[in-house]
């Protein structure tokens, strides 16, 4: 057996061998790396190469921020409208200039509503059009509202004439952009075909004007198209760019389709309120009666303000004013409903407080939630008195000759609906020629002024009125039905306002003696 010539003793062991030649790899790769980390002159990068790709990184990061921020604040303008001509100038307001330098608006003519089917053909009609004006040196120095303005109405314009009207073709070049609902860039082979059809014969796109092409989809149609417009002095649209120009037509689309429908509810709900109102007033032997009917300032605000005249035997005049609570197509219903059943027992000739108790339970068959002010009122011009009943509503004036207007004392009540009150009537006093007003809170309530403090300057308009007529005679009713509502000011539209007035058609009747 040969022996190694290392003596036993002397030798290592077996894990400290391999400790000892994993050591020098360990040592190798460490210093590589060490290296590797501090490159020499040679291999290092070209630093200006490094500065301009994070220059331009930073600039991409910029540039995308801008136009998120953009389109937030293009959609909260876009929403902000209410009818259609806003929502459409939001749109244009938003892109001119910030995003294109001219916008085309074309919409449905006639636009569809609701689950309604489109009518044929299919037509566009060019609803606004704006632009940026180049051409004057002080444009930069000119509000917005300057520096906008509509194409059609600018014969010099040379960027974007377009036509008014544009019938699109089933199956055209137009149609199938439409149809595809994404945004398409000018110069796509399809808007190249498609823009010529929608702006018109000859009417191409200037030479280097960049534009795009974005139809705009409601909820189930399409119900128009956009075209934005860069001039040559600005960059070209980006693939970017066309996500912008879907964002906002998406918005502008849904938002007219809201408003589409918005408004059609509040002009079938304010027909519904004024066929339910009289068409004209009685004329009672000895009376001269005035009304005044105005819905609320924002259309969709329909509310149930009714106001009614009903002759009496006697020569007398039941005169009603009530205010369905709520605004909507429902409460003009009920107004509706109310206002018949006081005619029918007005009819009847029951008193006021028994009127009011027999509507206080016709509100509760209609619904428990069913409310409603009233003020019931017969007028006697013989005897000169007045029967008044009160269910929640504000107090009437009474405007006697000479100037004074008094207040009338009478108990509120609870309005109608709550059920389980009973009402109270009182009697006054109508002097010869005293003119008595009824209204809704519509005309003394709103958001800028509470119900007293409207009521006492009603009062004063009501004084001065009389005051500028004379002391002999009471003033013109329908002329101070108008004076009355010259009173509200521009906040003060908040509800729809009924006015109703009646007083003796003279002071003193033939043969001298007091009366009708």
């Known amino acids: 057996m040969t022996e190694h010539p290392t003596s036993h003793e002397g030798r290592q062991p077996l894990a400290a061998r391999q400790q000892e030649r994993t050591r020098p790899r360990q040592q190798d790769a460490t210093a590589a790396a060490a290296a590797a980390a501090i490159p020499s002159p040679a291999a290092a ?9 994070l220059a331009d990184a930073q600039a991409a990061t910029r540039r995308e921020g801008d136009r998120l921020r953009f389109v937030g604040a293009a959609t909260r303008r876009i929403a902000r409208g209410i009818d259609l001509d806003e929502i459409v100038l939001g749109l244009c307001r938003a892109s001119v200039p910030t995003f294109s330098d001219a916008i085309l608006v074309y919409l449905r003519d006639p636009l569809p509503v609701g689950d309604e089917r489109p009518v ?6 060019l609803r606004r059009s704006d632009r940026l004006r180049h051409t004057d040196e002080d444009a930069e120095a000119a509000p917005e509202t300057e520096r906008l ?25 137009l149609a199938e952009v439409l149809r595809g609902v994404r945004p398409v860039f000018g110069d796509s082979a399809a808007a190249r075909a498609a823009l010529p059809e929608l702006l018109g014969p000859g009417r191409p796109v200037p030479t280097g004007h960049r534009a795009i092409l ?17 001039s040559t002095e600005r960059p070209a649209f980006e693939a970017s760019d066309l996500l912008v120009a879907a964002q906002l037509a998406t918005h502008t689309a849904l938002g007219i389709d809201k408003a589409v429908l918005y408004g059609r509810e509040a002009y079938i709900a304010d027909e519904l309120q004024r066929t339910m109102l009289p068409d004209s007033l009685p004329q009672p032997t000895g009376v001269r009666l005035a009304s ?7 259309t969709a605000r329909v509310g149930g303000d009714w106001y009614d005249a009903i002759p009496l035997p006697g020569s007398r005049v039941a005169l009603v004013v009530g205010d369905v609570m709520g605004h909507s197509m429902t409460s003009a219903a009920i107004m509706g409903q109310l206002r018949t059943t006081a005619q029918t027992l007005a009819q009847l000739d029951l008193p006021p407080q028994e009127v009011l108790h027999h509507l206080d339970e016709q509100a509760q068959r209609l619904g428990s939630d069913r409310m409603a002010t009233c003020l019931y009122a017969v007028y006697d011009p013989v005897a000169h008195r007045i029967t008044i009943a009160n269910a929640g509503h504000p107090p009437p004036v009474l405007l006697h000759l000479g100037g004074r207007a008094e207040v009338l004392r009478v108990p509120p009540g609870a309005p109608i609906g709550v059920g389980g009150v009973d009402f109270e009537a009182v009697e006054l006093d109508a002097p010869a020629g005293a003119t008595l007003l009824l209204y809704t809170d519509g005309l003394v309530e709103s958001r800028l002024r509470d119900v007293w403090t409207g009521i006492e300057q009603l009062r004063e308009r009501l004084a001065a009125t009389a005051q500028l ?18 009173m509200l000011g521009p906040g003060d539209r908040d509800d729809d306002i009924a006015l109703a007035t009646g007083c003796a058609s003279s002071a003193r009747p033939p043969g001298g003696s007091p009366g009708a």
């Not at 990068?45 to 500065?51: E, F, I, L, R, V």
């Not at 044929?120 to 009609?125: A, G, Q």
């Not at 314009?157 to 070049?173: K, N, Q, S, T, Y």
């Not at 329908?478 to 009355?484: K, Q, R, S």
């Open 149 to 173: 303005r509509p194409l059609l109405t600018d014969p010099t314009a040379d960027l974007m004439p377009a036509a008014e009207l544009c019938e699109v073709r089933a199956g055209g070049a």
């Open 45 to 53: 990068p070209n630093p200006g190469t490094g500065a301009a790709a």
């Open 120 to 125: 044929s053909p299919f037509v566009l009609r």
């Open 214 to 230: 974005a139809p705009l989809r409601g909820r189930r149609r399409v119900i128009g198209a956009a075209v934005f417009v860069r």
């Open 292 to 298: 005044r009917y105005l819905p609320a300032a924002e």
């Open 469 to 486: 007529t004379g002391d002999d005679h009471s003033p013109p009713l329908e002329a101070l039905c108008d004076d009355v509502l010259d």
